[in-house]
């Protein structure tokens, strides 16, 4: 069994930052990559930042230069800090994660949490 369970989520004014941090546990063998998305009210989720192993990260247009991902191994958390935050941000924030469990590798998710931006 894994869990991937976030924090940092919360209200936050127009211009200001957050963090969000996503920790992964349970018996596992390896984790591939992390991801970041959102879903926003009435919208599809989606992926806003991917990190692979090696800290190779990608970003959608959407957030890149506001947003910074990253990773510790040792951990296995994902985190995602947020800058310049807009009201256009708001969102439920879920982290993703592709993890083996012995000879099992599937994609694993956070239960989510939310990110309003408002005044």
């Known amino acids: 069994q894994v869990q991937l369970v976030e924090s940092g989520g919360g209200l936050v004014q127009p211009g200001g930052s957050l963090r969000l941090s996503c920790a992964a546990s349970g018996r596992i063998v390896r984790v591939g990559d992390m991801s970041w998305y959102r879903q926003a009210p009435g919208q599809h989720r989606e992926l806003i930042a991917n990190?692979?192993?090696?800290?190779?990260?990608t970003y959608d247009n959407s957030v890149r230069g506001r947003f910074s991902i990253s990773r510790d191994n040792a951990k296995n958390e994902v985190n995602l800090d947020m800058k310049s935050l807009q009201p256009e941000d708001t969102a439920i924030y879920y982290c993703?994660?592709?993890?083996?469990?012995?000879?099992?590798?599937?994609?694993?998710w956070g239960q989510g949490t939310q990110v309003t931006v408002s005044a």
């Open positions: 990190i692979n192993p090696t800290g190779r990260a």
């Open positions: 993703g994660a592709v993890v083996s469990v012995g000879s099992t590798t599937g994609i694993y």
